[in-house]
């Protein structure tokens, strides 16, 4: 297991540094100002072929590994963007790519490679299930050659920019259910068709960063039984399989936010000069930024094992939790220890500071509170009591 960068991934991380350098910190501020969509971000990742990374070549994308596409994410963030709808994109796509039928892949894959196509809006948590996904009420009933669905989803980021939706939906009544992860189903949803004939309503909410967060209403869409994704009724095993690679993608934005923050705050340190001397020069400020920068090295080697071990097909749920957990609590020492640098200019909008603030804070909690994390540890790799 040999975490050192071949030369194939150190010229991606270049090419990735080099594309980013074309979008400023100007060019995030005034986006997150507007709470915009940064459509020529995204674009100019699709052109490069950085979005259809995941995609095999032989549905016209990069067939990189999640080691790759890892390193895609954190140069994105570690620039100063937000990877938020790159990652999206990459890991929505694997129940596709794992449990879409040969047609499916076909119709879809080679146009979301080449951008003609956008599936970045992943139709999971619900208003009373949030993290209890097995919960959810959004119900598919078989009707004729398809389905007609009715329910509500939450916190659905992007589904105004995408043209494509994953969707987890209730096929049998959980109380019907001996074993509650069985009977969900996932659906590929034509998002526009649906919005555009009412059948689905996109209601925008305010956040405090610029995810473009929505909550959705379903009534009496019809999805025919073609759009159905793997089995039926095996829907949450299906998203799970995707679980892993976005743990993995996440860590990586955050170790990215991180680096960010340190690489910041210590060049303002080290030029600002308060009493005659950097305030660098002081262990208050200098020690915080070298602890955050050691954190951040020792959950990149996690976030390392992790991507190796899912792209040689081996277990790897552990390794992709214990991976979001230390690099988004590296990231958000990092981001504290900034903040402590900069002063009363970390809180001013001119320096970036408190836009990563904001942005890195959310990984902390999303898409999976590090206390559920915690709980997963505990049950499934030290074998203790399930914790309430």
């Not at 329910?151 to 980021?157: A, D, T, V």
């Not at 689905?200 to 869409?221: A, C, G, Q, S, Y």
């Not at 408190?354 to 590090?370: D, H, S, V, Y």
Request: charged share 25%.
């Amino acid at each position: 297991m040999d975490f050192g960068r071949t030369d194939e991934q150190e010229s991606i991380r270049s090419a990735v540094r080099s594309l980013c350098a074309q979008f400023p910190d100007e060019y995030w501020r005034e986006l997150d100002r507007k709470s915009e969509y940064p459509e020529r971000f995204v674009r100019a990742l699709t052109d490069a072929g950085w979005l259809g990374a995941l995609i095999p070549t032989d549905y016209g994308g990069a067939g990189l590994g999640l080691s790759e596409a890892a390193l895609i994410i954190e140069e994105i963030n570690a620039s100063g963007g937000n990877a938020a709808a790159a990652h999206a994109q990459m890991y929505t796509m694997g129940t596709l790519l794992r449990h879409g039928s040969d047609e499916q892949k076909g119709r879809y894959l080679p146009r979301l490679a080449k951008g003609e196509l956008r599936l970045q809006a992943f139709g999971v948590t619900e208003p009373e299930a949030g993290s209890e996904t097995t919960r959810i009420k959004t119900i598919a009933v078989r009707r004729g050659e398809g389905y007609v669905v009715n329910g509500k989803k939450i916190f659905i980021s992007r589904a105004e920019h995408s043209d494509l939706l994953l969707l987890l939906a209730r096929t049998t009544p959980y109380e019907e259910l001996e074993d509650k992860t069985r009977g969900l189903s996932v659906f590929l949803v034509d998002l526009r068709a649906a919005v555009a004939s009412g059948r689905i309503v996109v209601r925008p909410i305010e956040t405090m960063f610029n995810h473009h967060t929505t909550e959705l209403f379903i009534d009496d869409l019809e999805v025919p039984a073609s759009d159905l994704v793997g089995e039926e009724g095996m829907g949450f095993r299906h998203i799970i399989d995707s679980w892993n690679a976005e743990r993995i993608l996440i860590a990586s934005e955050s170790l990215g936010d991180g680096r960010w923050f340190v690489a910041r705050a210590a060049a303002y340190a080290s030029q600002r000069v308060v009493f005659g001397r950097p305030i660098a020069a002081n262990q208050g400020v200098q020690f915080p930024l070298a602890q955050a920068h050691a954190r951040l090295e020792a959950a990149t080697l996690m976030r390392d094992k992790a991507a190796w071990l899912f792209d040689h097909g081996r277990r790897c749920g552990a390794e992709a939790n214990m991976a979001k957990l230390l690099a988004s609590q590296a990231a958000w020492d990092a981001a504290n220890a900034a903040i402590d640098a900069y002063g009363g200019y970390g809180f001013a909008r001119e320096f970036d500071v408190e836009r990563k603030f904001r942005e890195t804070r959310l990984l902390l909690i999303a898409p999976i509170g590090n206390n559920l994390v915690l709980a997963y540890i505990g049950q499934h790799v030290l074998g203790m009591p399930r914790s309430y």
